[in-house]
């Protein structure tokens, strides 16, 4: 069963899928690179939510997708893997 809400006159169907992108430059190729690597390790723990990762020169790029019926999960998801990479970027600041 589709959901449909109106917006400004255009109906939203609840199942259309939201993608969120994010580029996070560092300094260096190899810290993008351990960005990466430790987010890597962690699966996402919502089957609503898909995550790639990706390192084009110094930059880490991440994507999040998802349906529209489940943006809190999205959220969820993005909240988690900032904290993540708050926590990687710290640490290469002070050991890198």
Known sequence: DTH??????RPI???ELVTVEFRIPYPKEEFAR???N???VDKE???TVTRECAVEGNDL???FKANRSNTKDLRTA???HFNMVLMCTRTL???G
């Open 4 to 9: 449909t809400h109106h917006l400004a006159n």
């Open 78 to 80: 993005v909240t988690g």
């Open 34 to 36: 351990i960005a990466f």
């Open 93 to 95: 600041n002070a050991f």
């Open 38 to 40: 430790t987010l890597e």
């Open 61 to 63: 790029l991440l994507t």
């Open 45 to 47: 723990l919502r089957s």
């Open 13 to 15: 169907q609840m199942d």
